[in-house]
């Protein structure tokens, strides 16, 4: 065991190196993709990651989102950054998705166990979100909601029932605003005279 200076000073060259490193880095990322990150997201590979997690391939999640049970996600997803993945009832996300900033998905809900002081259990449900899907930032989802191929969630919804495909929904609760249509490369929002 090191004597507490030569501690304290081994701690500070560390602490100096690892800012030097960041500061290199960062320059780095800065040059090469014209953004600022934080550290962790600099020193991880988002790629590398969602490959670890058994995600598709193309698929990137980034290193300060949560990811807890049994979570699939398809191939050429962006997971962006701040999400939270909850797959304790069953998690899938389909291809081409793209999960905003701020996403908050759960396949299970506390609120009985804890009305009940912890007697009822926690409830669980699968959330399933299908191909080609744009899940808006800030938005909730919560169990047992299924998604539907080519849907625009908007940012801060709060998901609670299931979206047909090719719809445009948002709000608290989320309801069908719209739909989408597309042909080819072209892709156009039609939205609901109420709206």
């Keep these: 065991m090191l004597p507490e200076g030569e501690k304290y000073q081994t701690e500070r060259t560390l602490l100096t190196k690892l800012r030097q490193l960041y500061k290199s880095l960062r320059k780095e990322f800065r040059q090469k993709w014209d953004?600022?990150?934080?550290?962790?997201?600099?020193?991880f590979d988002r790629w590398e990651r969602a490959k670890d997690l058994g995600f598709g391939e193309?698929?990137?999640?980034?290193?300060n989102s949560y990811v807890y049970g049994n979570v699939k996600v398809g191939k050429d997803a962006w997971i962006g950054p701040y999400t939270l993945l909850d797959g304790s009832g069953t998690l899938v996300i389909g291809d081409h998705c793209n999960i905003s900033s701020g996403v908050q998905i759960?396949?299970?809900?506390?609120?009985?166990?804890?009305?009940?002081g912890g007697i009822a259990q926690i409830e669980h449900?699968?959330?399933?979100?299908?191909?080609?899907?744009?899940?808006?930032?800030?938005?909730?989802?919560?169990?047992g909601v299924t998604i539907g191929d080519h849907s625009v969630i908007g940012a801060c919804s709060l998901v609670n029932k299931d979206i047909s495909p090719y719809s445009i929904a948002m709000g608290i609760p989320c309801r069908i605003t719209g739909n989408v249509e597309i042909a080819e490369s072209e892709v156009k929002f039609r939205y609901l005279k109420d709206h």
């Design 35 to 43: 953004r600022d990150f934080p550290f962790e997201d600099i020193l």
């Design 58 to 63: 193309g698929t990137s999640i980034y290193h």
């Design 106 to 116: 759960y396949t299970h809900d506390s609120v009985k166990r804890a009305l009940t």
């Design 125 to 143: 449900a699968p959330v399933v979100i299908g191909d080609y899907c744009y899940i808006g930032p800030q938005t909730v989802i919560t169990k």
